[in-house]
């Protein structure tokens, strides 16, 4: 079975700083998907990025980047020029890429890194 | 992307009854999901709703406590029967949509406490 391990349980970042969340991953798998979820206090799971396993670059949106070391199986979140609006609960999830199989569509999530964002 | 909602957003309910959930997508989608966050915890997913046909849930969750139904490609539902305080948790849909293969999405979650 896959299991997701986010090492970090608090992190916190002075506004317009960048700020870096750990993740790590275990799977015997080569297909697979990664993603970083946000969960602001409104409870609402936001996907902020994903990355495909057979892809070598890293995935990059907007502030948000990932550092996927697939041999390490590891996948950090770097977040630049950190806002207010950033503070939240952090979760990395993996995802099977294989069809079918009992583990098809599962997302397994990690245990969640809370950010604090200080002004 | 897709817009998932669910009713209701939260309710109090009292030990030994019934509630049932509902999520609505605005779109069809190939698979649908049923996540549970208890307190300050990650989510943990109940089983994954099957269209016309049972559930298929994780271990640990059987269909006696968490009964679900999906009876199109747009709307689940899942009740927790029997409630006691530890089922107080936040209660999430998930979808996977037909294209764009590996993105999931969450509905806005029902906050439920059992007293």
């Known amino acids: 079975a896959q299991t997701v391990t986010q090492s970090q349980p608090e992190m916190s970042v002075q506004e317009a700083e960048t700020v870096t969340l750990s993740c790590t991953y275990d799977t015997s798998e080569s297909d697979y998907y990664l993603f970083w979820y946000k969960q602001p206090p409104s409870r609402q799971m936001i996907l902020v990025i994903r990355q495909e396993a057979y892809k070598q670059q890293n995935a990059t949106e907007n502030r948000f980047s990932v550092n996927f070391q697939k041999a390490a199986k590891s996948f950090s979140l770097k977040i630049s020029d950190s806002q207010l609006g950033d503070a939240a609960m952090y979760f990395c999830a993996y995802r099977s890429g294989g069809a079918g199989g009992t583990s098809y569509g599962k997302l397994t999530f990690g245990q969640g890194t809370i950010l604090t964002v200080h002004p | 992307s897709a817009v998932i909602s669910q009713k209701p957003s939260r309710d109090i309910c009292q030990r030994g009854t019934s509630l049932t959930i509902q999520c609505q997508v605005d779109?069809?989608?190939?698979?649908m999901f049923w996540y549970r966050q208890q307190p300050g915890q990650s989510l943990t997913l109940i089983a994954t709703a099957n269209q016309g046909s049972e559930a298929t849930y994780e271990s640990g969750f059987v269909i006696d406590k968490f009964p679900i139904s999906r009876p199109n490609l747009t709307f689940s539902t899942l009740t927790v029967s029997n409630m006691s305080p530890e089922d107080s948790s936040i209660y999430l849909c998930s979808v996977r949509l037909a294209e764009g293969a590996g993105t999931q999405y969450f509905g806005p979650g029902t906050r439920l406490l059992v007293l």
């Open positions: 779109s069809q989608v190939t698979m």
